[in-house]
């Protein structure tokens, strides 16, 4: 016997398979998805490697070499996953190993599987003999615990030898004696799933309504036609979407197929995955990224051995390994989380997607400020679109207002708030109703504007801001390139009142803090919150009434239910707005409305301020307004000219490497290959440009951007452009990462 064995590095020359000879003795352990043991190279140094394929004859002519060993008692992986790999390797332009190992989660592989099997108890005896036996022992200490355990077993039939630990407090002694003693045993076998005990109706303490059910039905017209196909429900804050999505897996869990339900951040939506709990009880597993090894390894070992049927997890919970998946729920679904930050830059609605179709199975996308990309597929029938107009319980919209921060300036007023939002936050602290101070995180870049007539320094190129670079004053454009001197005096008004925008969270808690000497603040940025539980810690808190104002980043715009707050101040809106991004206009809509979502949510009369120099951005106006149709007309219109996505396709290509000097030559040099090969000028290439963080851990990033209409002829240009660039030119110290749209 013969297998294909892929090396368990990342290196695009071992992007491939290589055969080897399995001795007789290892033939019984062979199996797709196992790793091997294999001698590799001209030095022959032992090597991991993952069993791809098996085969019976192999035609070559060198000597074949032997593996050395199977590692893995259980294989890792099988062939439904290897075309997930291959989907995500040609996606992505990855190699092949790195989209294995993103399937796999880390340490995962490497808990032994036996270990980890849940031990599960049972009585062995007929009840009559443990009454007698508990008869006979009751008085003596010594069988106290023994008691307590036959006790609890005779009560739960079978159950966890780890959850009887928990809630007896006993140790694993009496266990012991018991099972000596044949009183009781352990059972290793599956405990399958009830279905029943899912479906048996959870009571809930309202129907759902007519919009409710209207979606409920549609979407299960297309569970039962067991068809690939993709829905998308677009319902303000507080419609009611989470109850439908329930709805939808039940029946779902009904036809004994599994759910996949991702959800942006799990710390941040503790609401959303305790109701899901409440729901599907133990049938559901959650995944979040502070799970250890072994906890991440149970929970896949769940659904291995199909104990459950939802998963609830952020964007990794897309590789949960079921085998029947019916139907995928993407939640808030234009979140920018869904795209993997690191190598292969995964979209996990992509790979929701793909499973869907191979599944044939229902894509639910739910959002109350869907992304472009999606309500464009949405409006051209690609999607079904399902609306949910009316906020449950008939809670109100908050009003909003945008506050003209240029005339507070004129009227003298240099505090971080307006005077109007000052009595507002007055007259709430004087209610004891609670307030929500809001400011966009911008960690880097920084932007140049004029706060007496609102001008931002922009590249005439590009039309998109300058960053501000402090090291050079100098503003540069992170498309183009283009790069110019700092200006001190405003090309539009003439003003000094020309500098760069920048507010930390801090700064705003002293200010507020310094205005307002008796309010009780509470502050939740990426400082206070970098501890485990810190989030809900202050969530809890703000919740139960001990502080009157929460000054926090994006963190604080999603789903929280926060029953008392009434007004909600937005700082600076400037600093979304102005973001070198084609999305920053998306992005500022999707989180204003969302963190204008936080107001009025128990009924109460609630008002939204919008503080900036831009009071007559359309953005702003189609927020207040709620109009989120305008908003996509505009915005549609806008990427249809400028020729950015969903028209067309874009690709960088990031140069990493630790001197810079180098960098530059190299992607100058590539820019040329590029250029070379765009024969037919079908592509626009633009760059090469610093990255937004040009340094990171000692290593420097310059960009390239090229945009194309067609998606897989962009990405085999690219490719081959860079393959002929690797080849020809003698590419050294550096990494080369491409990042599709
Ligand atoms: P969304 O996901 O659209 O923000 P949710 O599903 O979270 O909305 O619903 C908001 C709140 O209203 C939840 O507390 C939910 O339990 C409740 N709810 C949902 N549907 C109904 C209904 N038909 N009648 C009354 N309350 C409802
Ligand atoms: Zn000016
Ligand atoms: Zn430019």
New binding site residues.
């Given amino acids: 016997m013969y297998v294909n064995i892929l090396i368990d590095r990342s290196n695009s020359k071992l992007n491939k398979t290589f055969s080897y000879k399995v001795p007789a003795q290892l033939e019984c352990k062979v199996e797709i998805g196992k790793r091997v043991l294999v001698p590799f190279g001209v030095k022959n140094k032992p090597e991991d490697g993952y069993i791809i394929e098996k085969l019976q004859h192999v035609n070559i002519e060198y000597q074949i070499k032997e593996i050395i060993d199977v590692i893995d008692g259980f294989p890792l992986f099988d062939l439904k996953t290897l075309k997930l790999v291959d989907f995500i390797k040609e996606k992505y332009m990855c190699n092949m190993i790195d989209a294995i190992n993103i399937i796999i989660p880390g340490g995962v592989k490497n808990v032994t599987a036996e270990s980890n099997t849940e031990k599960y108890l049972n009585i062995k005896v007929s009840k009559d003999d443990i009454d007698s036996f508990i008869t006979k022992n009751e008085s003596k200490e010594k069988y106290k615990a023994q008691i307590q355990v036959l006790n609890y077993l005779r009560e739960n039939s079978i159950v966890k030898a780890s959850d009887l630990k928990d809630d007896l407090k006993v140790t694993d002694s009496p266990i012991k004696t018991l099972i000596k003693n044949e009183l009781i045993e352990v059972s290793r076998q599956d405990k399958k799933l009830d279905i029943y005990k899912v479906l048996k109706d959870k009571s ?6 007519n919009e ?1 059910i209207v979606a409920v039905e549609k979407i299960k017209e297309k569970i039962y036609a067991k068809k690939f196909s993709e829905i998308l ?1 677009f ?12 709805e939808a897996i039940k029946e779902v869990i009904k036809q004994g197929r599994q759910a996949i339900v991702l959800v942006p951040e799990i710390a941040l939506t503790p ?2 995955v305790r ?1 899901f709990k409440q729901h599907f009880g133990e049938y559901i597993v959650v995944m979040h990224s502070k799970l250890s090894d072994t906890e991440k390894y149970n929970q896949l070992n769940k659904i291995k051995k199909k104990e459950v049927s939802v998963m609830v997890g952020p964007r990794s919970a897309i590789f949960a390994p079921f085998d029947d998946v019916g139907i995928i729920v993407i ?1 808030e679904e234009h979140e920018s989380t869904y795209k993997s930050e690191n190598t292969p830059k995964y979209d996990a609605k992509e790979v929701a997607k793909f499973i869907c179709e191979s599944n044939n199975a229902v894509l639910l996308y ?1 959002s ?1 400020t869907p992304s472009i990309d999606t309500y464009y597929r949405a409006e051209k029938g690609e999607i079904e679109l399902i609306k ?1 107009n009316k ?3 008939e809670a109100k919209n908050p009003t909003i207002h945008i506050v003209d921060m240029k005339e507070e300036l004129k009227n003298g007023n240099t505090t971080i708030i307006s005077r109007e939002v000052h009595k507002q936050i007055q007259d709430k602290l004087n209610k004891n109703e609670q307030i929500l101070v809001f400011i966009n995180r911008r960690g880097f870049s920084t932007f140049v504007s004029c706060r007496k007539c609102g001008y931002v320094m922009k590249c005439d190129n590009c039309d998109v801001p300058y960053v501000y670079h402090y090291d050079t004053d100098t503003l540069a454009c992170h498309h183009c390139g283009k790069s110019i001197r700092n200006v001190n005096m405003c090309p539009e008004c003439n003003s000094k009142y020309i500098k760069f925008f920048g507010l930390g969270t801090e700064k705003v808690e002293d200010d507020i803090q310094g205005l307002f000497k008796n309010a009780r603040i509470l502050r939740m940025d990426a400082d206070t919150t970098s501890k485990k539980n810190s989030h809900d810690n202050i969530l809890t808190d703000f919740n139960e009434g001990n502080a009157d104002i929460l000054i926090g980043t994006q963190m604080i715009a999603k ?1 929280h ?1 926060f029953r008392n707050v009434t007004l909600v101040v937005i700082l600076a809106a400037d600093m979304s707005l102005n973001i070198q991004d084609f999305r920053a206009y998306e992005r500022a809509f999707q989180l204003f409305t969302q963190v204008a ?1 936080r107001a009025g949510r128990s009924g109460k009369d609630s008002i939204v301020y919008i503080q900036t120099y831009e009071e007559k951005n359309y953005v702003l106006e189609c927020i207040k307004n709620y109009d989120y149709e305008r908003f996509y007309e505009n915005e549609i219109m806008l990427r249809e000219q400028l020729e950015n996505p969903p028209f067309s396709n874009i690709c960088i290509i990031t140069l990493v490497g630790e001197n810079e000097k180098k960098i530059i030559i190299y992607i100058n040099g590539l820019k040329k290959y590029l250029e070379y090969y765009n024969i037919k000028g079908n592509y626009k290439i633009l760059g090469p440009a610093p990255n937004f963080i040009k340094k990171m851990n000692d290593n420097y990033r310059w960009r390239l951007v090229i945009k194309g209409t067609d998606e897989e002829k962009l990405k085999s240009f690219v490719k081959y452009s860079i393959n002929k660039f690797n080849e020809k030119e003698n590419v050294k110290d550096l990494k080369i990462q491409i990042d599709m749209n």
Wanted: hydrophobic share 35%; charged share 25%.
């Fill in positions: 809930k303490d309202f129907v759902l309504n409710q429900i319902g303000v804050t507080s419609s009611g979407k989470t109850e439908v999505y329930i609401q959303i109701r939640d739910g109350a949910l906020r449950v319980n789903g239910d979502g």
